[in-house]
């Protein structure tokens, strides 16, 4: 029998974590964005627990339950906010409470405080490291004579561009589904422009369109990088 996400969340940690403090159902479960195929994504706060991730199923689902405790979670934050994926964070600040024992509206409000915030800025090097990753890329494009080759490179660039566009700016990235949302919910005309420019590789096999929309998403901050790059290195430690 399949229960109702919230009966089912609910019936999960009682089972499962019965001195949980806090737990919140995240994901499409939370937004009522539920296909056949969708998981419940619990994040369940329990001091008894070390923190873990484990999949289980139960009461006619698959579920995903991160266990946090009261000591590490901000450290799990942090986390979040480093690697620019707000998972976790978003979750506690978009969703639904399933157990509150008086401590979820502060949780919940240090996520939406964080989520507004996004993540850290990156550093020099690391937006470096991404602008030569993306140029090797563009540079082997333009090489390449096989749309075979040119398939695994437009698939790597899909993925870099991407969080460059958003980590450059300060935006949350994301995986999956969640890059293509996060960059429309970013700037949806850049995102339809870089889908258009997608669209007409993967249908005409040319990459007219790809290559000078990478351009012009590397020029506002140094444009390609090639010369000079060391990974680690300070040489670029003031604005080009």
């Not at 979670?73 to 690697?83: P, Q, T, V």
């Not at 409470?97 to 502060?106: K, L, Y």
């Not at 660039?157 to 996060?182: D, H, M, P, Y």
Request: proline fraction near 4%; include cysteine; hydrophobic fraction near 40%.
């Amino acid at each position: 029998m399949r229960y109702s996400p919230k009966v089912a969340a609910r019936k999960f940690i009682k089972k499962h974590f019965p001195n949980a403090f806090v737990a919140f159902l995240g994901g499409s479960a939370a937004n009522r964005n539920l296909t056949p195929n969708s998981d419940l994504d619990i994040v369940v706060f329990d001091d008894s627990q070390f923190p873990f991730k484990q999949n289980f199923t139960g009461y006619g689902w698959p579920i995903e339950a991160f266990v946090l405790t009261r000591s590490v979670y901000r450290s799990f934050f942090d986390e979040a906010r480093r690697s620019g994926l707000p998972s976790m964070i978003r979750m506690c600040a978009e969703g639904e409470t399933i157990v509150d024992t008086g401590f979820a509206e502060e949780i919940r409000s240090e996520a939406r405080d964080l989520m507004s915030q996004g993540p850290f800025e990156w550093t020099w090097d690391e937006r470096n490291q991404v602008r030569y990753q993306i140029t090797e890329g563009l540079e082997d494009l333009s090489d390449a004579n096989s749309y075979h080759e040119n398939l695994f490179i437009v698939n790597q660039l899909t993925e870099l561009v991407t969080n460059f566009i958003l980590r450059a700016n300060g935006q949350w990235i994301g995986i999956g589904k969640w890059a293509v949302r996060s960059l429309a919910e970013y700037d949806k005309a850049l995102c339809d422009e870089f889908l258009n420019a997608l669209d007409c590789f993967y249908k005409k096999e040319t990459v007219e369109l790809l290559i000078p929309f990478v351009d012009r998403a590397l020029e506002p901050h140094g444009g390609r990088l090639l010369e000079g790059w060391g990974e680690g290195s300070s040489i670029f430690n003031e604005e080009e």
